[in-house]
C-alpha cells in the first residue's frame, strides 16, 4: 500500500511541476528555473529503499516528462531519471545517510540529470547554448531550487522510508 501511496504523491509532484509551479515562478526567472521535484523524490528512494524501484519509477516517469512537458524528443529525460536512480541507489544505498549526505547527492544527481539533458540536446542539435552559458543561465537557479525542496521533504520522506523498512521487517518475522 505504501508504494502506491508514493506513486501518488510522485504524480501529483509531477503535476506540480506543470501547472502550479510555473504560476509561483517569477516572470523573470521563467524559463532559468526548471523545477524536478519527481528526480528529487526518486533520488531519496533509490537511496533509503531499493535502487530497482527506483531505476522502474525513473523510467516511468521520465517517460511522463519526455510525451507531456518536452515533446520534441522522446527519451533523454526516460533514459536520465532511470539511470540515475539506479546509478544513485547503487553507489549510495544506506538506510543510515545523514541529511547532509543527501543533500550532496542530491545535489550533484541534479547536476548530472541537467548534463545529462544538455548533452542530449546538444547532441541532437535542439539547442546551440554553451555549456558555460547552460550552467549560469538555468542549472545553477534550478540547482537552488531543487536543494531547497530536497532539504523541505528530508524529514518526511526519511520517515516514510523508516516506516516502510519496519514495516517490510516485521512482515519477514511472521513471513
Known sequence: MNRNWMIVFMFILFL???SLLPVL???AWQGRIVPQLVFIVILYHAVYHHRHAALMMGLGFG????IVYYGHMLGPHTFSMGLLGYLTGLLFASR????ISMM????????AYQTMLYAAYRLFGLHGMTF??????????????QLIFSLA????MRRWFDHLSGKKSTEDEQG
Open 153 to 156: 521533504i528530508y524529514v518526511p
Open 132 to 145: 558555460e552559458y547552460a550552467i549560469f543561465d538555468f542549472m545553477i537557479p534550478s540547482l537552488i531550487v
Open 96 to 99: 543510515h545517510t545523514a541529511m
Open 104 to 111: 550532496i547527492i542530491s545535489v550533484f544527481g541534479t547536476f
Open 16 to 18: 506540480m511541476e506543470g
Open 63 to 66: 517517460f511522463l516528462q519526455d
Open 25 to 27: 515562478i517569477p516572470d
